[in-house]
């Protein structure tokens, strides 16, 4: 009677290091990559891609012809995530940072870039990428889910007044649930504070400085995030009933917002927060928000509605 085979392990350390040495290495490689706006080359290896990721079994499911393939283009993902998720699929395992540690830094994206450099100013608007969230982004698209719950479970531990509103955007865009109740009671705590009174238009320069040199880390309302919000995500943390902000001085918030995104839907957003009803039925009265500070115009707000 034959006995049953056991199965025996050797090191993984020794391993993961060989298989971490083909990352991006031409050696043996059957298909290149053009990748990011930057167009940076990557090589990697069919099989093995094509095994760890249903996207790339059917983008890579076609034969390559005679003579040398074409590169595949992805030019939405940024070199460095991708390369992420190379890793990943290559070790299963990963190094995540919270900023980019590469030298090309996408700098501020989409709308806030080009606002920027419609006022000369491209190269002020150039902070730290935040790498974590451009991997986890990659992660969500190419449907990996152990590499996008890591990601996640980066996030939280390393969130922060810098990272918060650009981890909302991300979880809204992708409806990551539980990431945006967990950005948005990260707000909700660290938003006591004196926002700026920015009225528009100031001196570029002058903008600059204030957002960048915020002289209390806890501002997360003041960060570049917060001005590169989409109109869903500003508003999903408009309906918010506990912010612990002045009425006036998030209207200030908004109405700068509104100055960098340049889109026209201030009064759309603040309708959904201002004095905004509870939970009762109609006919309540009306309710300052945490954080508003007492008016004389607020003893009209005990009237029963009409």
Excluded at 26 to 52: I, M
Excluded at 89 to 99: E, F, G, I, W
């Amino acid at each position: 009677m034959d006995t049953p085979g056991l199965v025996v392990h050797g090191e993984a350390a020794p391993f993961s290091t060989a298989l971490r040495s083909l990352i991006n290495n031409c050696l043996y490689s059957d298909v290149r990559f053009v990748v990011g706006q930057e167009r940076q080359e990557v090589f990697a290896h069919r099989c093995l891609l094509a095994c760890r990721c249903n996207f790339f079994q059917r983008l890579l499911s076609q034969e390559p012809g005679p003579g040398v393939p074409s590169p595949v283009v992805l030019s939405t993902v940024p070199a460095e995530a991708f390369l992420a998720v190379l890793e990943f699929l290559y070790t299963n395992s990963v190094k995540l940072h919270r900023h980019s540690v590469s030298p090309l830094g996408r700098g501020l994206g989409g709308r806030g870039r080009e606002w920027a450099e419609g006022r000369g100013n491209s190269l002020l608007f150039q902070p730290p990428t935040l790498q974590v969230l451009e991997v986890l982004t990659a992660a969500v698209e190419y449907g990996l889910e152990e590499l996008r719950e890591l990601c996640l479970e980066f996030v939280v531990k390393v969130l922060d007044v810098e990272l918060v509103c650009e981890a909302l955007q991300v979880a809204v865009t992708f409806g990551l649930g539980p990431l945006q109740e967990c950005c948005i009671a990260f707000i909700e705590t660290h938003s006591q504070v004196q926002l700026p009174i920015f009225i528009f238009p100031t001196p570029h320069v002058s903008f600059c400085y204030s957002l960048t040199h915020s002289s209390d880390p806890q501002e997360a309302l003041r960060t570049r995030g917060f001005l590169e919000l989409s109109a869903p995500a500003l508003l999903f943390m408009l309906r918010s009933d506990k912010l612990g902000v002045d009425e006036a001085e998030l209207v200030l918030a908004v109405r700068n917002w509104a100055c960098v995104s340049a889109v026209e839907q201030i009064v759309e957003a603040w309708k959904c927060h201002a004095l905004r009803r509870g939970d009762a039925a109609q006919g309540a009265v009306c309710r300052r928000r945490r954080g508003t500070l007492p008016r004389e115009h607020h003893r009209f707000l005990d009237l029963p509605l009409k």
